[in-house]
Nanobody, 120 residues
Framework: VQLQASGGGLVQAGGSLRLSCAAS????????MGWFRQAPGKEREFVGT????????SYADSVKGRFTISKDAVLNTVYLQMNSLKPEDTAVYYC??????????????WGQGTLVTVSS
């Protein structure tokens, strides 16, 4: 599975961004996927995950109610809609595939990361 993440950028606090992660490859169809992020000087942390058919989702407490994961099964693309962004959301965001859950060790495939910067 190959993953291509996009959509990062600079946004003011309170604003919104939508990240995309396109999956391709033989095993990409209906694979569960997740989003993680890594802020400067910090460890990578779980953001959210979505099941293969898109029917089940789970989020980190820090983003619950502000971020939403969705999936376009036809395009094999997962989206991370981020609203009410805070400066502490600044990080490189990574998409991952092959597992449903918050444990990064469970994911077999990783995208290249896209930088989100939230200014105060």
């Amino acid at each position: 599975v190959q993953l291509q993440a996009s959509g990062g950028g600079l946004v003011q606090a309170g604003g919104s961004l939508r990240l995309s992660c396109a999956a391709s490859g033989r095993a990409a169809y209906r694979t569960p996927m997740g989003w993680f992020r890594q802020a400067p000087g910090k460890e990578r942390e779980f953001v959210g995950t979505i099941s293969g058919n898109g029917g089940v989702k789970s989020y980190a407490d820090s983003v619950k109610g502000r971020f939403t994961i969705s999936k376009d099964a036809v395009l094999n693309t997962v989206y991370l809609q981020m609203n009410s962004l805070k400066p502490e959301d600044t990080a490189v965001y990574y998409c991952a595939a092959g597992y449903y859950g918050s444990n990064s060790n469970g994911y077999n495939y990783w995208g290249q990361g896209t930088l989100v910067t939230v200014s105060s």
